[in-house]
């Protein structure tokens, strides 16, 4: 019969990544089917209730799951235990398993132990350090016991961690609920390790610290939707999904948040963010507070959809206007953050670049713009845009993306701007060498 799941079990323990070893008295869990396994599961999402478990054994696992994995793994983990439940972590010891694989004598038998079997599943995604798994362990709400360093043989050298579930606050179950559904919902995969983890992180943290701070209410709410509101929808109906003991907060505004979150996911509301950024006008020098400035629209145009009919018509308004358009390029963007526009600008450079070199300049143009817009402290992008100002004899134009290329730009690059510059002002010749595009800015140093 299978395995109930649905209440806790009060001597439950549960052998994660079992592969073909069965612990008899233990429920067996492995992703794939073994003949050891009891129950087939991931171990970043286990079909256990929180508090259900009074000790877990992960025994040659984390290694498998790598570093965000782990981080993941770890705070569900931490879910599924009771208080005061214990932890078993074993793995290969990084600096013992290098130094062993560093010694000619037992390389062939260290290096499995460093990168893992070829079979299904049996590759090595990332080592850990003692200090290094203690601080994840401590992050998903952990009390480490104790540490040990093994060597069962002279080339496999296995560190082992015993830690226990940690009192709860309101915070600690909310981090570990918010990083459930992230997976849950599909905005963060680890095993393709997310480049936009940090921010994720970011949210997670900043929303734990704000409840922890003023518990619930309409303010906290407030507070909350729009931390997550401004990189994404699906990010914001996701916390809300994790805020403990919804019974707790106030109802109306719970329903009219959701509400919210049905109207912008329908509106576009990533797209509309992101075509607000490319048009925002943006000094060089003054990007942060460009920014800053947009976080602050973002906040007031929330309160003016949440809480209409509070003086904030005006600036619902504007904001809706300058949003009214979104390109294409404005619609691909999944999160709404720095790295993510940075990623689409990269993009755009190329295939502005691309164009540039088919002399298609009025598409290199539209990519290029595009490109700066997006991400208006990158160089390679607004380099290319002044000399294909140059090649469409828009010399003012040019020498005004000159200018702006001085701020922050790397010493090394400096002389080049110069020269091309002294070359645009007609104080030197070979202007008309500058009109074709730079694959990259390498081959200025």
């Not at 498998?64 to 214990?86: M, N, Q």
């Not at 729009?226 to 999904?241: D, E, V």
């Not at 070359?423 to 070979?430: C, D, N, S």
Request: aromatic share 6%.
């Amino acid at each position: 019969m299978p395995l109930s799941t649905d209440a806790p079990t009060l001597d439950l323990r549960l052998h994660l990544g079992c592969g073909l070893v069965h612990r008899p008295g233990w429920v067996n869990l492995d992703r794939y089917q073994t003949a050891a396994a009891d129950v087939q599961a991931g171990a970043l999402l286990l079909p256990f209730a929180d508090g259900a478990a009074v000790e877990i054994a992960a025994c040659q696992l984390v290694e498998h799951l790598g570093y965000v994995g782990t981080l993941y793994a770890l705070s569900e983990w931490a879910r599924v235990l009771a208080p005061g439940g214990r932890l078993c972590v074993e793995t290969p010891d990084r600096g013992a398993t290098l130094r062993a694989a560093a010694d000619e004598a037992g390389r062939e038998q260290a290096l499995p132990w460093l990168f893992g079997a070829a079979g299904r599943g049996q590759g090595h995604r990332y080592l850990f350090g003692a200090a290094e798994l203690c601080g994840l362990l401590e992050q998903a709400g952990l009390s480490v016991l104790q540490v040990r360093r093994l060597c069962p043989t002279p080339y496999r050298p296995i560190l082992q961690i015993e830690a226990c579930r940690a009192g709860d606050t309101p915070a600690s179950h909310f981090r570990r609920a918010l990083r459930r559904r992230l997976l849950l919902d599909g905005l963060l995969d680890p095993a393709d390790a997310p480049p936009y983890l940090s921010i994720l992180e970011t949210v997670v943290e900043r929303a734990a610290a704000a409840l922890g701070d003023s518990g619930t209410g309409h303010e906290t709410l407030l507070q909350l939707f729009s931390l997550a509101a401004r990189y994404s929808p699906r990010l914001a109906a996701g916390l809300l999904r994790a805020l403990p003991d919804p019974a707790a907060w106030p109802a109306q505004a719970l329903e009219r948040a959701g509400r919210l979150l049905h109207e912008l996911e329908r509106e576009g509301w990533t797209a509309r963010l992101a075509c607000r950024w490319r048009t925002r006008t943006k000094f060089p020098g003054a990007v942060e507070a460009a920014w800053a400035g947009l976080e602050r629209e973002i906040s007031l145009y929330l309160a003016a959809r949440l809480y209409p009919g509070r003086g904030l018509e005006a600036a619902r308004a504007a904001f809706e206007a300058a949003t009214a358009a979104p390109s294409p390029e404005d619609r691909s963007l999944a999160l709404f953050c720095r790295p993510a526009l940075a990623d689409l600008a990269r993009r755009l450079a190329a295939r502005g670049v691309r164009a540039f070199a088919q002399g298609d300049l009025a598409a290199a143009a539209r990519a290029l713009e595009a490109a700066q817009g997006y991400d208006p402290g990158a160089h390679w992008p607004r380099w290319n845009l002044a000399r294909l100002y140059l090649a469409q004899d828009r010399s003012l134009d040019a020498l005004g993306q000159y200018e702006a290329l001085q701020e922050g730009l790397p010493a090394g690059l400096r002389p080049a701007l110069e020269r091309e510059m002294d070359a645009v002002t007609g104080r030197t010749g070979g202007r008309d060498a500058l009109a074709v595009p730079l694959a990259g800015l390498e081959g200025l140093l």
